[in-house]
């Protein structure tokens, strides 16, 4: 069995799930019930550490750290938005790394979004994420950690989780479905995953393999265009799959899930919050079981693109709704804090300003 490595080279515990685990804790020559007890001090409690594990014995704890990786991600900073509760925390990998995470307090219960990768490669053109490439894929102890830590470091439950942060969930595939595996455990923290959203930004291929996973997760695609002119300006992946068969493996994911698909829709003034623009996009998602969520683009510094002004966005809202499709305009939240995709890390990696 191949199992996958830590930032050293050792086997990642915390990517491990049960059975797994169970292996290799009796190839230490240690009972099956210890992997338990492990698991659900890692899954259930949350520790940091094997320090506090009180009911494992200092033997395993040494041959553990002889034979695993521990993740633990270190919180480097936490931002508090004035706004609303929305806090953004930094956090150092065990390779120096940073990511970002946030956590959303909803009247329904708390949501935290993660990052799948360091960076991304897809390229977005309103994205602060990518603005310097992909680093690596993130490990699912590393995503599921960024859960455990908030979780901790807040002491709130925390109800759903969107996969939404820096990084193309898709691209980071088998990891991205280990970690599902992982929280949605019932030997683990056992979220529904009902609760659990994938964002992506359309790897044709990889939704219809997700299609098949026989999962529950909700999907949320990236749309940002009525047509695939004007995606293709804003997002280089429609360059490889065009906007028809992007909704087609939406429609299979519908299909084969029953879950309500969601549609991402960044309004950038001028370039595809038209009135057209709205009159296409009706089209082009008229009849699916779907719902749109505008968000005015958060501007970067980067780049030259500005939000849609209010009054326009909701006269987009309006038009769409006249043509009975659900959309939200979602609040945009921690923008005070740097909430987009990205720009906390990428503020963290440039020098000071002088
Ligand atoms: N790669 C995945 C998930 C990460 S991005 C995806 O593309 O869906 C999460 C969402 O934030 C995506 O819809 C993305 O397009 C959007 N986003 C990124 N930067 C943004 C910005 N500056 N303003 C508004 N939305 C942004």
Redesign the pocket.
């Known amino acids: 069995m191949s199992y996958i490595k830590g930032i050293s080279g050792k086997i990642d515990i915390k990517s491990l799930d049960l059975e797994e685990l169970g292996s290799k804790i009796r190839e230490l020559g240690e009972p099956a019930f210890r992997a338990k007890q492990l698991y659900e001090w890692m899954h259930v409690k949350m520790a940091r550490n094997y320090d506090e594990m009180t009911n494992i014995s200092k033997a395993l704890k040494e041959k553990c750290r002889e034979h695993f990786d521990f993740t633990a991600l270190e919180s480097v900073t936490v931002q508090e938005s004035k706004l609303d509760d929305t806090k953004k925390f930094l956090f150092a990998l065990a390779d120096g790394n940073m990511i970002e995470s946030v956590f959303m307090k909803y009247k329904f219960g708390n949501s935290v979004c993660i990052s ?1 990768q360091v960076g ?1 490669r ?1 390229g ?1 053109k ?4 990518t603005l310097d490439g992909v680093e690596r894929n993130l490990l699912p102890s590393e995503m599921l950690d960024q859960i455990y830590s908030i979780a901790r470091i807040t002491g709130e439950k925390i109800s759903r989780v969107v ?7 898709l691209d980071n595939y088998d990891n991205l479905l280990k970690f599902i595996k992982l929280l949605t455990d019932e030997n683990g923290i056992n979220m529904s995953q009902r609760n659990l959203t994938v ?3 359309g790897i044709v291929p990889n939704i219809l393999r997700l299609s098949e996973e026989k999962l529950s997760i909700n999907l ?3 749309l ?1 265009a009525s047509n695939n002119d004007k995606r293709k300006e804003l997002m280089p992946i429609a360059n490889q799959y065009e906007i028809h068969q992007v909704l087609d493996a939406c429609k299979t994911y519908f299909d084969r899930t029953g879950r309500q698909l969601t549609f ?1 829709y ?1 309004l950038v003034g001028g370039v595809n919050d038209t009135d057209e623009d709205a009159a296409q996009l009706s089209e082009l998602l008229g009849g699916l079981n779907c719902v749109v969520n505008l ?6 510094k980067e780049r030259s693109f500005q939000p849609t002004d209010r009054e326009q966005a909701l006269r987009f809202k309006n038009k769409l709704e006249k043509n009975h499709i659900n959309v939200t305009i979602r609040r945009e939240m921690g923008r005070d804090i740097d909430g ?4 906390l890390r990428r503020r963290h990696l440039e020098p000071v300003e002088k």
């Open positions: 799948s991304c897809m977005c309103f994205c602060a994420s996969v939404m942060g820096s990084g193309e969930p964002s992506t930004c949320a695609l990236s940002h991402e960044s968000i005015p683009v958060n501007p970067i987009a995709c990205g720009q």
